[in-house]
Antibody, heavy 118, light 112 residues
Framework: QVQLQESGPGLVKPSETLSLTCAVSGYSISSGYYWGWIRQPPGKGLEWIGS???????YYNPSLKSRVTISVDTSKNQFSLKLSSVTAADTAVYYCARRVLEGAFDIWGQGTMVTVSS | QSVLTQPPSVSGAPGQRVTISCTGSSSNIGAGYDVHWYQQLPGTAPKLLIY???NRPSGVPDRFSGSKSGTSASLAITGLQAEDEADYYCQSYDSSLSGRYVFGTGTKVTVL
């Protein structure tokens, strides 16, 4: 079955860049679908960060667009997130997920907690 | 701040029916964009419960149903069970601010 797994540092210093990778197994990213990142601050709700197609086409949440870069590596069957100039407000559990045609996110990774602190 | 509003909490006894509302506007639900629902058990990732307003993915019990009307949508849980105690989120697309996927504020369901 399709599985997603996030990886990356759990602690990032303020003003630095947060970098995460989502490894996809059981499905080739090149076959289609959009792939996205969603985050959840502790005790709060969900926020969509952005999504990417296997071709590299991206679209981002306007509120984060100036700081976000999402890229895809089809040879490694994974996609990545970079969020620059982080502050404590970026502390959250970061999820990667697959987006289906109707716009829903049908498969999610387990999530990875990222804390922004010096 | 989310553009989709949900009640913070709902509760019911086992076997009862509860509903969760998701109120949007003319730039999201009212514009015809689909509404999806997720269940998030404590400490776990969200799980897709309903997609395309009223469709259940394979494996989701038919106790869960979704509907949409105007600028709002609803999730109903019938025959409430202890395992249904979780947070529930609606999600749609919003065409304002260059377009973005948006989630509801979330609702905690408590089984009494």
């Amino acid at each position: 079955q399709v599985q997603l797994q996030e990886s990356g540092p759990g602690l990032v210093k303020p003003s630095e860049t947060l970098s995460l990778t989502c490894a996809v197994s059981g499905y080739s990213i090149s076959s289609g679908y959009y792939w996205g990142w969603i985050r959840q601050p502790p005790g709060k709700g969900l926020e969509w960060i952005g999504s990417i197609y296997h071709s590299g086409s991206t679209y981002y949440n306007p509120s984060l667009k100036s700081r976000v870069t999402i890229s895809v590596d089809t040879s490694k069957n994974q996609f990545s997130l970079k969020l620059s100039s982080v502050t404590a407000a970026d502390t959250a559990v970061y999820y990667c997920a697959r987006r289906v045609l109707e716009g829903a996110f049908d498969i999610w990774g387990q999530g990875t907690m990222v804390t922004v602190s010096s | 701040q989310s553009v989709l509003t949900q009640p913070p909490s709902v509760s019911g006894a086992p076997g009862q029916r509860v509903t969760i509302s998701c109120t949007g506007s003319s730039s999201n639900i009212g514009a015809g964009y689909d509404v999806h629902w997720y269940q998030q058990l404590p400490g776990t990732a969200p799980k897709l419960l309903i997609y395309g307003n009223s469709n259940r993915p394979s494996g989701v019990p038919d106790r869960f149903s979704g509907s949409k009307s105007g600028t709002s949508a609803s999730l109903a849980i019938t025959g409430l069970q202890a395992e249904d105690e979780a947070d529930y989120y609606c999600q749609s697309y919003d065409s304002s601010l260059s377009g973005r996927y948006v989630f509801g504020t979330g609702t905690k369901v408590t089984v009494l």
